[in-house]
């Protein structure tokens, strides 16, 4: 299967401390995407980042790819209750379709 | 309109009717994804829309399943005998360019009883 895996399934921080979120996938890819999901429903896109790069930020968020280790991570610093959610990577093989992983879902304590 | 728009938003139908869920993707964006997201679940893949051709449709988990896309516009998700395992959120996303950011819509939460 070409699924991304987040690792942990569940994180809970304080407000104001750094959240970190691994993804793991096991084949080739031709970028990497991640995305949060609030209470269920849509998805919105946070950051993609190309095979050809190694880091992105974009804000608050920080997004490492390391294609030797077929792995990623989102970094959120500063965490804030607001950013309570689950967070999915989605990986794309061959340009016609992502496959998610089951996703972190971080919860950030005020 | 200004995004995804799918619809009904919420869905109750007894086991063995068929169900038609709807996806009206950003203007302009040709690719059109179907998802399906059980509670608790990531992401399943279900199709794949370049235009009005289906190339992937490894993810339609069987013949009951079934999508059109017409004018390279709205899509439609036909299930036909639902069955309870149906149940679930099903979310369409749409993208200027097959691998680019994918927008998604709201869902359609399916409840077979």
Redesign the interface.
Known sequence: SQQGEEDPQALSIQEGENATMNCSYKTSINNLQWYRQNSGRGLVHLILIRSNEREKHSGRLRVTLDTSKKSSSLLITASRAADTASYFCATDANFNKFYFGSGTKLNVKP | GAG?SQSPSNKVTEKGKDVELRCDPISGHTAL?W?R?S?????E?LI?F?GNSA??KS?LPSDRFSAERTGGSVSTLTIQRTQQEDSA?Y?C?SSPR??????????TRLTVV
Request: no cysteine.
């Open positions: 995804v994804y998802y997201q509670l608790g679940q990531g992401l893949f794949y370049q190339p992937d993810g959120v979310l996303a097959p691998g680019a950011e994918a927008f998604f819509g709201q869902g």
